[in-house]
């Protein structure tokens, strides 16, 4: 997957509680992104980064926060998991901003 | 609004017959497309893309043709194998982000 380790791979949390999702990559790529998947919605953006500590919200940013310390490195947190942010969660990299994206293999999220 | 969409989302096909999956964009600004295929619980896998100086781009069995009059382009697999069933997205750059915006993707189901 494009040297793109995302951790955990699955994840069971109950409504209320803070879930933090990593994404690392080892090509030193300059945009990374988080993406959640859900039937009839396709893939929606999240939050994307262009650099590090340098981030911006997608179109379904509500409820998620992220940051990005590190090149490789770059955190989704849900604050108070909602059953609403149960999804499969994918990261992504690019090495610019209109080139294509190589995506991870994905964080199934439940929350309960 | 700007959006990508999918004309079928499930096509059935025959293995050995070739296989045409379409996606229509609205927004005219678009100069970039990328088609990605998702097997499943796999993340999405880039397959080929386009910039809209082309009508036409070939690569290993696929080929992809864009028609910016009517805003329609379309991935044409050639020789379909089993192995190509999975869920196929189109995406271009759009939307208040200027991020990709993905289409919720067209079934393939190959047929021995």
């Known amino acids: 997957d494009a040297g793109i380790t995302q951790s955990p791979r699955h994840k069971v949390t109950e409504t209320g509680t803070p879930v933090t999702l990593r994404c690392h990559q080892t090509?030193?790529?300059?945009?990374m992104y988080w993406y959640r998947q859900d039937p009839g919605h396709g893939l929606r953006l999240i939050h994307y980064?262009?650099?590090?500590?340098?981030?911006d919200k997608g179109e379904v940013s509500d409820g998620y926060s992220v940051s990005r310390s590190k090149t490789e490195d770059f955190l989704l947190t849900l604050e108070s998991a909602t059953s609403s942010q149960t999804s499969v969660y994918f990261c992504?990299?690019?090495?610019?901003?209109?080139?294509?994206?190589?995506f991870g293999s994905g964080t199934q999220l439940s929350v309960l | 609004g700007e959006s990508v969409g999918l004309h079928l989302p499930t096509l059935s096909v025959q293995e050995g017959d070739n296989s045409i999956i379409n996606c229509a964009y609205s927004?005219?600004?678009?100069?970039?497309f990328i088609w990605y295929k998702q097997e499943s619980g796999k993340g999405p896998q880039f397959i080929i893309d386009?910039?809209?100086?082309?009508d036409k781009r070939q690569g290993q069995r696929v080929t992809v043709l864009l028609n910016k009059t009517v805003k329609h382009l379309s991935l044409q697999i050639a020789a379909t194998q089993p192995g190509d069933s999975a869920v196929y997205f189109c995406?271009?750059?759009?939307?208040?982000?200027?991020?990709?915006?993905f289409g919720t993707g067209t079934l393939l189901a190959v047929q021995p």
């Open positions: 980064s262009y650099g590090v500590k340098d981030t």
């Open positions: 927004n005219s600004a678009s100069d970039y």
């Open positions: 995406a271009d750059p759009g939307g208040a982000t200027n991020k990709l915006i």
């Open positions: 386009i910039r809209s100086n082309m």
């Open positions: 090509e030193n790529h300059r945009y």
């Open positions: 992504a990299i690019s090495r610019a901003e209109d080139e294509k994206l190589f």
